[in-house]
T-cell receptor, first 114, second 113 residues
């Protein structure tokens, strides 16, 4: 079974702090994604990566950066956390094939920025 | 750009059928998916359909695809309280070297006795 793990289930940070959210997958997937989920807005793509050291902006990259130094690990960084970044953050991974790559999701990290 | 629309809420009685509807705009979508999210958890793939299919059945789940109208539906037969969750419709289109899914906002299914 594919397993995607996220470093924390719940996180409380203060405005201005640097925040690291870690995601690890164990299926040698090429693609990894970071989403945020807010009530009524569904999932919005922040960044994705299709290979080590590669990254692409999603729909809402402002205020975030990412790092992919190893294939299995994809980190989301909030350089200076703000209250409007309070949200549920979901990591996902998928394999690259001829289409129809199912995404496998982690359990999510609920971040509260005070 | 891509857009996936679905209603936000659906309430059904236990034992009835549930039908969750979704419309999408990108006619080049190759795959369409239904994901389920239980409270406090990430999303889990329920089923998917390739764009050249009209229907797919998997136990209590039936997916119907009307490609002409860009309409996708998920029918859950004999709905149980354990089916209460948020259901996300997603389409997958090719972008660069990868298939990037676009998700709807999710339909909260509430099953009451």
């Amino acid at each position: 079974d594919v397993k995607v793990t996220q470093s924390s289930r719940y996180l409380v940070k203060r405005t201005g702090e640097k925040v690291f959210l870690e995601c690890v997958q164990d299926m040698d997937h090429e693609n990894m994604f970071w989403y945020r989920q807010d009530p009524g807005l569904g999932l919005r793509l922040i960044y994705f990566s299709y290979d080590v050291k590669m990254k692409e902006k999603g729909d809402i990259p402002e205020g975030y950066s990412v790092s992919r130094e190893k294939k299995e690990r994809f980190s989301l960084i909030l350089e200076s956390a703000s209250t409007n970044q309070t949200s549920m953050y979901l990591c996902a991974s998928s394999a690259t094939g001829f289409g129809g790559e199912t995404q496998y999701f982690g359990p999510g990290t609920r971040l509260l920025v005070l | 750009g891509e857009d996936v629309e679905q209603s936000l809420f659906l309430s059904v009685r236990e034992g009835d059928s549930s039908v969750i509807n979704c419309t999408y705009t990108d006619s080049s979508s190759t795959y369409l998916y239904w994901y389920k999210q239980e409270p406090g958890a990430g999303l889990q793939l329920l089923t998917y359909i390739f764009s050249n299919m009209d229907m797919k059945q998997d136990q209590r789940l039936t997916v119907l695809l009307n490609k002409k109208d860009k309409h996708l539906s998920l029918r859950i037969a004999d709905t149980q309280t354990g089916d209460s969750a948020i259901y996300f419709c997603a389409e997958s289109t090719h972008s660069g070297g990868s298939y990037i899914p676009t998700f709807g906002r999710g339909t909260s299914l509430i099953v009451h006795p």
